[in-house]
Nanobody
Framework: QVQLVESGGGLVQPGGSLRLSCAAS????????MGWYRQAPGKQRELVAD???????NYADSVKGRFTISRDNAKNTVYLQMNSLKFEDTAIYYC???????????????WGQGTQVSVSS
């Protein structure tokens, strides 16, 4: 099995910063894409950013220039550095991973349990 464990959420004032981490563990052969999604109350889950194993990144327009996604392939860990946080960034943030698991390379998709990010004065 493959598990994702997130950390780093919390309460921050507007303009502040937070860093989220998500570590994947288990029977992993490779992880092609790791990403962060968020879901605000009453809204659908949306992509925030994702990153491939080669380092190609993709960001939602609403976070470009403020958020940075990165990953450590050796640790199967993805990070989301969030700067200049706004009220509208308040949401539950979920980690996602797409890859192949051992021993036969079956594909997997996993979600983390979610971590709350609250931006409030």
């Amino acid at each position: 099995q493959v598990q994702l464990v997130e950390s780093g959420g919390g309460l921050v004032q507007p303009g502040g910063s937070l860093r989220l981490s998500c570590a994947a563990s288990g029977s992993i052969l490779s992880i092609n894409v790791m990403g962060w999604y968020r879901q605000a109350p009453g809204k659908q889950r949306e992509l925030v950013a994702d990153i491939t194993s080669s380092g190609s990144t993709n960001y939602a327009d609403s976070v470009k220039g403020r958020f940075t996604i990165s990953r450590d392939n050796a640790k199967n860990t993805v990070y989301l550095q969030m700067n200049s946080l706004k009220f509208e960034d308040t949401a539950i943030y979920y980690c996602n991973a797409l890859g192949r698991r051992s021993p036969f390379g079956a594909t997997f998709e996993r979600w983390g349990q979610g971590t709350q990010v609250s931006v409030s004065s």
